[in-house]
């Protein structure tokens, strides 16, 4: 069975910093195209970063400059770095990996950035 199991959510300050990693049992894994998702409550679900098998990366507008996405494929896992995190960064960030039809999403970490 395919696991995707996101750490390293937590509670931090405006301005802090928190690493995410996403942990996964896909076979092939550095084929697969790999992205963080975040969900705010009474919110759409929201694409945050996607980073493709060949290490292309794309970037949602509201967490450029701030986010940083990376994968290890010699681990199976993908990171999310979050710098400057702001109050409206808060949400259940999820982990999610695509090959062909396949689509696989981790069950979330929580984030929440407040004084």
């Known amino acids: 069975q395919v696991q995707l199991v996101e750490s390293g959510g937590g509670l931090v300050q405006p301005g802090g910093s928190l690493r995410l990693s996403c942990a996964t049992s896909l076979s092939i894994f550095s084929i697969y195209t790999m992205a963080w998702y975040r969900q705010a409550p009474g919110k759409q679900r929201e694409l945050v970063a996607t980073?493709?098998?060949?290490?292309?990366?794309n970037y949602a507008d509201s967490v450029k400059g701030r986010f940083t996405i990376s994968r290890d494929n010699a681990k199976n896992t993908v990171y999310l770095q979050m710098n400057s995190l702001k109050p409206e960064d808060t949400a259940v960030y999820f982990c999610?990996?695509?090959?062909?039809?396949?689509?696989?999403w981790g069950q979330g970490t929580q984030v929440t950035v407040s004084s």
């Open positions: 999610y990996g695509n090959r062909g039809p396949y689509v696989y």
């Open positions: 980073i493709t098998g060949n290490g292309s990366i």
